[in-house]
């Protein structure tokens, strides 16, 4: 039924991501499907620039990615089934923009439980439901 699932995580919270890896691979083994994970992480304000070492974007994508490789080799699929990806940005405008490159037909994503500034403000979860061209699972963490 799905061909590629894209699973948007948290490297930080490995805790919260662990129910969306667990039903991605429950999805993706008996369909053959390909897992992509995604980890966004923020952009640096420029305020902050003249802090940190010339090369801190650059190391840290790096170690975001081995990071997210290390936790992808953790979901018990082929190597050949599961990719990887970093990008920088806001979390749902970049979820969905790796969703339609990688031509995505699932994402699974993991969302807390509500509260009062979820349903003032939204979440990561909620716009990707609500903007993403493909289907979206919400996975409670």
């Known amino acids: 039924m799905f061909k ?6 948290d490297i930080g919270d490995e805790a919260m991501a662990k129910a969306s890896l667990v039903a991605a691979k429950a999805l993706a083994e008996p369909w053959g499907a390909e897992v992509r994970l995604l980890h966004v ?4 304000p420029s305020t902050y620039l ?3 070492p010339a ?5 840290e994508k790096k170690r975001a990615a081995e990071d997210l490789a290390a936790l992808a ?5 082929p190597a050949g089934k599961v990719s990887t990806a970093v990008r920088t940005g806001g979390v ?6 790796e969703a339609d490159e990688c031509k995505a037909d699932l994402i699974v994503v993991s969302s807390h439980w ?5 349903y003032l403000v939204g979440s990561h979860a909620t ?4 903007h993403a061209h493909c289907s979206v699972l919400v996975v409670r963490g």
Do not use: Q
Not at 114 to 118: E, G, Q, R, S, V
């Open 4 to 9: 590629k699932l894209l699973v948007p995580v």
């Open 41 to 44: 992480r923020p952009i640096l």
């Open 50 to 52: 003249e802090y940190v």
């Open 55 to 59: 090369d801190f974007e650059g190391l």
């Open 73 to 77: 080799s953790k979901i018990g699929l």
């Open 92 to 97: 749902y405008h970049e979820v969905l923009a």
């Open 114 to 118: 509500p509260t009062l500034a979820t």
């Open 127 to 130: 716009n990707i439901v609500r």
